[in-house]
């Protein structure tokens, strides 16, 4: 497609439960984010997958986070044991190469979002 | 750490004023700028980017923002303000080292009156 694809839009979840949560990049972007946005919050940076390299996880808030992306593909971003504060929107960005940074347009396309619940 | 900051978490325009949203980085390198906007119910969307050259920087419906190295700083503005740009506004800076991980400042809300 032309955007960034997340899935779900929404998901309510007990607590305790195991979510996953899906991003489709634009295809050819190699750079993809994922990013947290609580309630009336900015944007919490969870983790940065850059084509081949060894992704960034420092955002990640526990170990019961992780995510995997298989080279310039999907991503899916999963939540063990999920706890109420775990509840914002789970956003997905991406990106072209690096070398395209020059051109005016070059940007990070975000996806519309994962709203997940826990209850 | 590196950081981006913004100074204003809401603010409140009547139609037609003027705006500028603040916005300050702590990287004394190389730096890619951006702004981005989310309209109520919308995607994250760029609304402009600085790389290099003229540090004003014009983007989509009439914002510009300049880029003033010592005093590390990004702010956006616009001449005279539309109920329609009612959004949050991130400003994002794009470190030359690092690994060029996008650090986002936490948003600023506007809201303008009608």
């Known amino acids: 497609g032309a955007g960034v694809s997340q899935s779900p839009s929404n998901k309510v979840t007990e607590k305790g439960k195991d979510v996953e949560l899906r991003c489709d990049p634009i295809?050819?972007?190699?750079?993809l984010y994922w990013y947290r946005q609580r309630l009336g919050q900015g944007l919490e940076f969870l983790i940065y997958?850059?084509?081949?390299?060894?992704?960034?996880k420092s955002g990640l808030p526990s170990d019961r986070f992780s995510a995997e992306r298989t080279g310039e593909s999907v991503s899916t971003l999963t939540i063990q044991r999920t706890q109420q504060e775990d509840s914002a929107v789970y956003l997905c960005?991406?990106?072209?190469?690096?070398?395209?940074?020059?051109?005016?347009?070059?940007?990070?396309?975000f996806g519309s979002g994962t709203r997940l619940t826990v209850v | 750490a590196q950081s981006v900051s913004q100074h204003n978490h809401h603010v409140i325009l009547s139609e037609a004023a003027s705006l500028e949203l603040g916005c300050n980085y702590s990287?004394?390198?190389?730096?890619?700028l951006f702004w981005y906007v989310q309209y109520p119910g919308q995607h994250l969307q760029l609304l402009l980017k600085?790389?290099?050259?003229?540090?004003l920087v014009k983007g989509i419906k009439g914002f510009e923002a300049e880029f003033i190295k010592s005093k590390f700083s990004f702010n956006l503005r616009k001449p005279s303000v539309q109920w329609s740009d009612t959004a949050e506004y991130f400003c994002?800076?794009?470190?030359?080292?690092?690994?060029?991980?996008?650090?986002f400042g936490a948003g600023t809300r506007l809201f303008v009156k009608a």
């Open positions: 990287y004394g390198g190389t730096v890619n």
């Open positions: 994002a800076v794009i470190p030359g080292t690092g690994g060029f991980k996008t650090i």
């Open positions: 295809s050819g972007h190699t750079a």
């Open positions: 960005a991406s990106a072209p190469p690096l070398r395209d940074i020059i051109n005016p347009n070059y940007g990070y396309t």
């Open positions: 997958f850059q084509g081949n390299s060894a992704p960034d």
């Open positions: 600085y790389f290099s050259g003229d540090p």
